[in-house]
């Protein structure tokens, strides 16, 4: 038989010990609490362009944006960040963007409104036409095309189709208009550089093909309604980042990343 009395007795030394610890658990959780709200506050009150500056906020910021990019946008751009071709979208881990320039301004617009997504502030001056569906260039023609700006970074065999190609992207199909007469893309338009071997849809005869006979209508929601503005901001800082990273190795002596 155990005697009750000094089992109450250790019972009530132990009370004020678990009443310190609650205290010093509740203290650390305030201050937690206090701190992340500070950070928040300076993440949205710090002009965008200059968060980079910050290294903390940028840490951060990665911490808010890595969940946040998978559970929202791996699904399209991937987990590995690199785009997917069958679905149209592009890679965010390079130093290419279709709009604007990079900042973290520029993509903190692009996330929160979208491109061609039905917001009235998306991105959405213009499609890629369908010159073959809608008859404004022969199957003929939309080849030479093909082939001219396929050339540009992969020497084509027809040169002569090339040529041909080349004269028709300055006049008749008008392609300078979006894509610049230099081919390297408008970014006020989001008409891709065709001076890099980075491709939204795919650089292969066939998927060029199509963009040209189809045209394209490539939609990125708007989230402005489904995220924290904390969280978009986050994320745009942290690609960013990573698009930061990428430009400083492709511009190392060895190792500049290509890929179709
Ligand atoms: C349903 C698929 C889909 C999802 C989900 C999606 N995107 Fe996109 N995103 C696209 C497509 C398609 C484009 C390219 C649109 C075009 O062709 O102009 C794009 C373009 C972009 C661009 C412009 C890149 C550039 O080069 O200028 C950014 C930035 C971007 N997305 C960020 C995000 C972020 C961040 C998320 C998650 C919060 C996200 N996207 C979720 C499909 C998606
Ligand atoms: C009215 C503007 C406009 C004109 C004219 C135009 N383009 Fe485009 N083009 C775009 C836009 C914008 C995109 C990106 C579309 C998207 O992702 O939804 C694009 C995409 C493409 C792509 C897909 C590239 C990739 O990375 O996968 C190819 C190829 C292309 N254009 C070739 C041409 C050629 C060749 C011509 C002329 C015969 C032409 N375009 C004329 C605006 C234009």
Redesign the pocket.
């Known amino acids: 038989m155990t005697d009750p009395v000094p089992i109450a007795r250790a019972k009530r030394r132990l009370w004020p010990w678990i009443g310190a610890a609650a205290g010093v658990l509740l203290a650390v959780a305030i201050l937690g609490a206090v701190r992340e709200h500070r950070m928040t506050v300076r993440l949205l009150e710090t002009d965008p362009d200059q968060i980079p500056q910050h290294a903390d906020l940028v840490r951060y910021a990665d911490s808010l944006a890595k969940p946040a990019y998978a559970a929202h946008c791996a699904s399209c751009h991937g987990a590995d960040m690199k785009g997917d071709h069958a679905k ?1 979208a592009p890679n965010l881990s390079d130093a290419i963007w ?1 709009y604007d320039f990079g900042g973290v301004g520029d993509i903190e617009r692009t996330i929160l409104y979208g491109i ?1 997504s039905g917001d009235p502030k998306a991105r959405n001056v ?4 369908p ?1 073959g569906r809608n008859m404004q ?1 022969s199957a003929a023609e ?1 080849r030479d ?2 082939l ?2 396929i050339n540009i970074t992969r020497p084509q065999q027809d040169q002569a189709a090339v040529a041909r190609g080349s004269k ?2 300055q006049t008749k ?3 300078y ?3 610049s007469s230099d081919a390297a893309g408008n970014p006020d ?4 550089a ?1 001076t890099d071997t ?6 292969d005869y066939d ?2 093909y199509q ?2 006979y189809s045209g ?3 939609v990125c929601p708007a989230w402005i309604d489904k995220l924290k503005p904390k969280v978009v901001r986050a994320l745009a800082v942290y690609l960013h980042q990573v698009s930061q990273a990428s430009k400083a190795q492709a511009s190392a002596p060895k190792g500049a990343a290509v890929h179709d």
């Open positions: 149209g279709l061609r213009t499609d890629m036409p010159l260039l939309i095309a093909a001219f700006v028709l992207f199909g008008v392609c208009d979006c894509h338009y989001g008409a891709p065709f980075d491709w939204i849809y795919g650089g998927t060029v963009s040209i394209r209508h490539g």
